[in-house]
């Protein structure tokens, strides 16, 4: 079966530091695309990052220069490191693949992320 | 970075209705738009393509069209199980994707 599933979520202060995975099964993390979707509570979905097949990376502009995403081959897990967070970094996370016609196809069920004092 | 605007925000409707909610880009974006439903607590399900292509397992009541700035997902006859939140996303630019705010479908 297809499939992704995150952890790594939790409560962190602000400036704080955490590590998300994406444990993919069912397909190679490495020959695909590969992004990460966040949600703050009550609101829409933003796009947060993306590594591509080649490795090459980028970032949303809210958290370039914080965020490092990147994937563990011999795992096919996909990692986000998440350094000097703020409140407005609180959000579900999902991970999702991104499939040759450029959407979104397969996502995981969502990792929670809580930044407070 | 492209701006996705969606309308309504939000609207009542029955079941069996025609619902169709609307997708802006800020600029033309060929066939690269997506759209996806999601319901409370749970993960985003990919809908459409490109556009107007429709994923495989979703029910043909749901169609999209549109291209270049102008985008719209029709359902044809709202169903129980079709009351959710539908986002656009535009997948023109892959190293900086972006979703429209959402329309929540409620009943009336």
């Known amino acids: 079966e297809v499939q992704l599933v995150e952890s790594g979520g939790g409560l962190v202060q602000p400036g704080g530091s955490l590590r998300l995975s994406c444990a993919a099964s069912g397909f190679t993390v490495s020959s695909n695309y590969m992004s990460w979707v966040r949600q703050a509570p009550g609101k829409g979905l933003e796009w947060v990052s993306v590594?591509?097949?080649?490795?090459?990376?980028y970032y949303a502009d809210s958290v370039k220069g914080r965020f490092t995403i990147s994937r563990d081959n011999s795992k096919n897990t996909l990692y986000l490191q998440m350094n000097s967070l703020r409140a407005e970094d609180t959000a579900v996370y999902y991970c999702a693949r991104v499939a040759t016609n450029d959407a979104f196809d397969i996502w995981g069920q969502g990792t929670m992320v809580t930044v407070s004092s | 970075d492209i701006q996705m605007t969606q309308s309504p925000s939000s609207l009542s409707a029955s079941v069996g209705d025609r619902v169709t909610i609307t997708c802006r880009a800020s600029q033309s974006i060929s066939s690269y738009l997506n759209w996806y439903q999601q319901k409370p607590g749970k993960a985003p399900k990919l809908l459409i393509y490109?556009?107007?292509s429709l994923q495989s397992g979703v029910p043909s009541r749901f169609s999209g069209s549109g291209s270049g700035t102008d985008f719209t997902l029709t359902i044809s006859s709202l169903q129980p199980e079709d009351f959710a939140t539908y986002y656009c996303q535009q997948s023109y630019s892959t190293l900086q994707s972006t979703f429209g705010g959402g329309t929540k479908v409620e009943i009336k």
């Open positions: 590594i591509y097949s080649g490795g090459s990376t």
């Open positions: 490109a556009a107007s």
